[in-house]
Structures are given as C-alpha cells and as structure tokens.
C-alpha cells in the first residue's frame, strides 16, 4: 500500500458508515482529507455532520454524485490517493431497484477509474465486499472462491471490482481492490447487512449487532484483499476480525 504521509486523500462515500469512520481516523493522522459526500438540497452530509468535535472543520467536503463523470474528476483533481467507498449497499433495495445499483457502484466506479487515468492518480482503493462470493462454498474463502452474483447488489460489486481490475491489466492504474467482510461499530445503519436476507435461503448477511460497540472502533468478522496482479501480492482471506484501519 502507498505510504500516506503527506498525500492528500480523496474519501468517496464519506458521509456513510465506514467512510466517516476513515475520515476522522485520517484526519487524526494529520492528513489532508476531502471528503466526498453525495448532495442533496438540506445541506447536510450524512455521517459526517456528527464526527467528533477533534476532527470537525479539519477537512474539505466535496459535495457531489458519483455517477456524474465531471464532478468526480473535479473532486479528484489535487488529490493522490482515492479509498472509494461510495455505494449503495442495502441488498433488500437492490431487488426492486438494480438500475441504481449499476449506475452508483458500476458507473460511478468506472467514473473514478477514468479520472484517476486522466489524473494520473497514484493510488485508487476500490472498496469491493465479501457479498461477490455469495454464500460461501468453502471456508476460509480465498481468492479462489467463485465470485457469485447472488443478489443484484452483489452482481454490480463484482462488475466494479472487474472494472477496477481491467483498469489495471489494459492501463496500469494503480488500483487495489479490498473486500471487507460484514464491518460492525458505532453508526452502522439499521438496514446494514446485518438485516438483509437473501430470498433463496433466507440466511442472514451477518450476524452483527445493530448496537453502538463497546469498543469505538470499526471491526471486521474476516477480511480479504485482492492485491493488485503482478505486485506479487499473495491473496490472502484470513478469518479473523480485526481493527479496520489496520488492513488498508
Ligand atoms: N457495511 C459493511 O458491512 C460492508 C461490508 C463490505 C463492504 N462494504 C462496502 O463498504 C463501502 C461503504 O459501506 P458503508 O457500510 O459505509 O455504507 P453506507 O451506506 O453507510 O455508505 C455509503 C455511502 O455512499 C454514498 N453514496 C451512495 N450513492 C452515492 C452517489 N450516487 N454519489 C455519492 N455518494 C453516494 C452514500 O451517501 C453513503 O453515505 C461500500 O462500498 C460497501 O459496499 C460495506
């Protein structure tokens, strides 16, 4: 993973979840943060609105949308890394409306990589998921793992990760795709995975619990992260839960 010292970082999908978490966790690391948050006419940005006080007023927000091509690159120019996280991620929403879920995670990735070409950004994290090997065949899952588009949520996460990785083998954009597993702490979403249910056996996504943790920090039930091919990265799905931050 490039060294962040001194880099100034684009988080796309700042305003949710897990973005808002890495928002504060790099600002504390004295980075210089711009922090994309999807618009909308009330004003506000999401998660964003109630980080902690250390950190509020300590990055830039960018407000805009993800599918839209300019806007991306407008928010990516001056920036040298990208940990792209926006999305739409509630499997239930993506049955009845999978248009959305191809324009925000399929196009609007493909709008990220396109500017990080034109850019000539050092480093693009595509955030992937565990959802794009279905119910697992095996465990531990690795790399190897058929990918499985078991909902229309998790079909569009494998068309990013495909594109993001196209982009490296057509053009060598430096892309790193990381598939976290079902993440759980303080602001998780009520409709997170933990709720959603797949229709053909109706297992639970997670097991998560909706409470804030007692421990102020994200976590992982198992992680996986697919290295870029030819940087001799070894893939690798461990199993074991662990502090978020210390993966990237
Ligand atoms: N939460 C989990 O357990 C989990 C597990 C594996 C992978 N992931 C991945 O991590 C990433 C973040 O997930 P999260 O749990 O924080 O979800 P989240 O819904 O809290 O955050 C996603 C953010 O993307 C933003 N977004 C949606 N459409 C957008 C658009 N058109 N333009 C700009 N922004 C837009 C939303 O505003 C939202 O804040 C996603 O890519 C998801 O697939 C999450």
């Known amino acids: 993973m490039t060294n962040l010292s001194g880099k100034t970082i684009l988080v796309t999908g700042a305003d949710g979840f897990i973005g808002s978490h890495l928002v ?16 909308n006419s009330f004003g506000t940005w999401g998660w964003l609105d109630r980080v902690s006080p250390d950190v509020k007023g300590s990055f830039e927000v960018f407000s805009g949308d993800i599918r839209d091509p300019n806007g991306v690159a407008t928010a990516m120019r001056g920036c040298d890394v990208v940990l792209h996280l926006a999305a739409l991620i509630a499997i239930p929403y993506s049955y009845h409306s999978p248009d959305t879920y191809i324009d925000t995670n399929i196009k609007g990735t493909l709008n990220v990589l396109q500017a990080a070409r034109l850019l000539e950004t050092e480093r693009v994290v595509h955030t992937s998921t565990s959802e794009v ?9 690795t790399e190897e793992h058929p ?6 949520y998790s ?14 083998r057509s053009f060598g954009t430096p892309v790193t795709v990381i598939r976290p597993f079902n993440t759980f702490g303080p602001r998780q979403s009520t409709r997170g995975p933990a709720d959603d ?6 297992r639970p996504e ?30 690798r799905g461990s199993g ?9």
């Open 206 to 235: 997670g097991s998560s619990p909706r409470q804030a943790q007692p421990n102020p920090g994200l976590h992982l039930r198992c992680r996986h992260r697919q290295g870029v091919p030819g940087h001799g990265r070894k893939p």
């Open 24 to 39: 504060e966790h790099l600002v504390r690391q004295g980075l210089k943060v711009r922090a994309f948050s999807l618009y």
């Open 197 to 202: 249910h797949h229709p053909a056996c109706g």
């Open 240 to 248: 074991r839960s662990g502090q978020l931050w210390q993966r990237l």
């Open 133 to 141: 090997y279905g119910t697992a065949q095996f465990v531990p899952i």
């Open 155 to 168: 079909a569009s996460k494998i068309g990013a990760d495909q594109l993001a990785l196209s982009f490296y």
């Open 147 to 152: 990918l499985v588009g078991q909902s229309p």
